[in-house]
């Protein structure tokens, strides 16, 4: 079967969200930085969601430790992470503006890299990296949207995982508390519910819908 045509994908998309919503989306310009458990499940999210744009970062290449809870496949270990989820996003939602860039994020790029997105995703693994940009964007692009996750490591209660509004711009999902370094896994419904918490905040700030409740 032949791939969509732009405004047939369009018109689906405008049939599931309304006119309103999904000119919104198709507007939008989010950074998604990190693809790991986190980051890949969230672009995937705005991808089927219609988003416009999306910038995609990361350094890492695809490990046989990430299939348990990244999206990607067996067939694409050894790739970078940006090649891999690109690949995927195009098959997806072939009519989105994807820009990828395979690169470590620091204090010193970041505002560079970030400029033109409206909303940031924060979706490190690492404690450190995590503070590193979540500080960074605070500090430097207070005019941004940042949606930030902490804590979703092990299996416990999927209702522990929640989505708290920190600062007028800045928004910040999961348990807050488990760790996977105090030796709590990794499990993949656990982290997909914390992605699901991170794109569906980015999609209500794309709507407009700023308060949590």
């Known amino acids: 079967m032949a791939v969509p045509t732009r405004e047939e994908m369009y018109r689906a998309l405008k049939e599931r969200h309304g006119a309103e919503l999904q000119a919104k989306l198709s507007a939008a310009s989010v950074a998604v930085c990190g693809l790991g458990g986190l980051g890949s ?3 995937i999210a705005l991808a089927r969601a219609g988003v416009g744009h999306l910038h995609i970062m990361d350094f ?12 990607y496949f067996p067939e694409q270990i050894g790739l970078p992470k ?11 939602a072939p009519y989105c503006d994807i820009k ?5 994020l620091t204090e010193e790029n970041i505002p560079g890299l970030l400029r033109n997105e409206e909303i940031v995703c924060e979706a490190f693994d690492r ?12 500090e430097n692009m207070p ?7 902490s804590g979703m ?10 989505t708290k509004r920190i600062a007028k711009r800045f928004y910040l999902c999961g348990d807050g508390v488990s760790d996977a370094g105090e030796g709590l896994g990794l499990v993949s ?3 997909l519910i914390c992605a699901a918490h991170q794109a569906n905040a980015i999609i209500r700030i794309i709507a407009g819908k700023l308060e949590i409740n």
Not at 60 to 71: A, E, F, G, K, W
Not at 143 to 149: M, Q
């Open 153 to 162: 490591a092990g299996i416990g209660p999927s209702n522990l995982i929640t």
């Open 100 to 104: 990828a860039d395979c690169v470590k």
């Open 60 to 71: 890492d290449c695809v490990d046989i430790s990430n299939l348990n809870r990244q999206q």
């Open 82 to 92: 940006t090649e891999a989820m690109l690949d995927t996003l195009r098959r997806i």
């Open 189 to 191: 419904s656990r982290v």
């Open 127 to 138: 404690a450190d990296q995590k503070a590193m940009l979540v500080n960074c964007v605070l």
């Open 41 to 43: 499940n969230i672009a």
């Open 143 to 149: 005019e941004k949207y940042l949606v930030a996750g």
